[in-house]
């Protein structure tokens, strides 16, 4: 198979139904940001933290997932969806891993070791994909799970990082005013 077809040099590009659609189209923004995101976990693994890294992996399949739903318009097709446990399987790590931080008293600032910085960086990428994936919603059906899903991603990813700079023994830093 051939990477290249010369089907995109127009500006469009083909979903998954075969309609062809801008590459500016809201529901290309919204899986090639999640795309980016999933992206980014790929440059924090390995991040030194073999459970986080099991998580991490978890979470580009569930990416990839999202990825192929939004890239679908038909909500009556057999396009991949996430579903609730994934979202419950989120939560649960976030409190697993709440349980080794000190409560959480203001704002941190995003950074601390370089996995830690990687993980803060891609929780503002998912951030960015959930609002990507709002703005498509408000005119074309959307996966509401998926977007919960990406929501509580960028918790986790948040709790991911804290926990990854404890770990290494970086102090937080919190913002002044």
């Known amino acids: 198979m051939k990477i290249y077809t010369g089907r995109g040099d127009e500006g469009q590009t ?4 075969m309609s062809r659609v801008s590459k500016t189209n809201p529901r290309i923004e919204a899986y090639g940001t999640v795309d980016e995101a999933n992206a980014l976990i790929g ?5 030194g933290h073999d459970d986080v890294d099991q998580r991490l992996r978890e979470v580009q399949n569930h990416l990839h997932i999202i990825q192929a739903d939004f890239a679908d318009p ?3 097709s057999d396009s991949p969806r996430l579903d609730d446990p994934e979202i419950d399987r989120l939560e649960a790590w976030i409190d697993d891993y ?6 959480l008293e203001s704002f941190v600032l995003p950074g601390g070791s370089t996995a830690g ?3 803060h960086h891609a929780r503002a990428v998912v951030r960015r994909a959930e609002r990507r994936a709002v703005a498509l919603a408000t005119n074309e059906p959307v996966n509401e799970t998926a977007i919960t899903y990406l929501n509580r991603l960028s918790d986790a990813l948040f709790v991911f990082a804290r926990v990854v700079n404890e770990r290494e023994g970086i102090t937080e830093e919190s913002p002044t005013y």
Not at 43 to 47: A, D, E, G
Not at 98 to 103: G, I, R, S
């Open 14 to 17: 083909d979903l998954r139904n």
């Open 74 to 76: 038909d909500e009556d």
């Open 117 to 119: 910085a990687k993980l």
């Open 43 to 47: 440059v924090i693994v390995p991040s």
């Open 98 to 103: 709440d349980e080794e931080l000190d409560p």
